[in-house]
């Protein structure tokens, strides 16, 4: 592991819990990291390509981690998504950084 991944938590769909390590200075968000290791099939996640326009990177944020504010967009998107909860976020909405060590996310079901 290099010093600049981080030790994220992603239960998956099925509720199978995965620890994996995302890397920081790649520029990816978590819906990139989900995508990157395969935890839910093709063309059921990042389907708008990141642009908090499909939701269907929303995913619930389990530990206490502290997130970079939620922007307009996401809000909007999340304001009409299903199964919104209230520590529901978007993936692509989200950049890996070196604070979200230990972050643990539960990838909402596919709608
Ligand atoms: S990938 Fe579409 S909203 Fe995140």
């Known amino acids: 592991m290099s010093k600049s991944d981080i030790n994220i938590k992603i239960k998956d769909r099925?509720?199978?819990v995965h620890n994996i390590e995302a890397p920081t200075d790649?520029?990816?968000?978590?819906?990139?990291?989900?995508r990157s290791y395969e935890l839910a099939p093709e063309g059921t996640i990042g389907v708008c390509g990141g642009m908090a326009m499909c939701a269907s990177c929303q995913c619930y944020v389990l530990s206490e981690t502290e997130l970079p504010?939620?922007?307009d967009d996401e809000e909007a998107m999340l304001s009409e998504a299903f199964y919104v909860k209230d520590n529901?976020?978007?993936?692509?909405?989200?950049?890996?950084t070196l604070e979200m060590e230990g972050l643990e996310v539960e990838l909402a079901p596919e709608s």
């Open 88 to 96: 529901s976020r978007l993936g692509c909405q989200i950049q890996i």
């Open 14 to 16: 099925e509720g199978i």
């Open 69 to 71: 504010e939620m922007q």
């Open 26 to 34: 790649m520029a990816m968000n978590l819906m990139e990291v989900v």
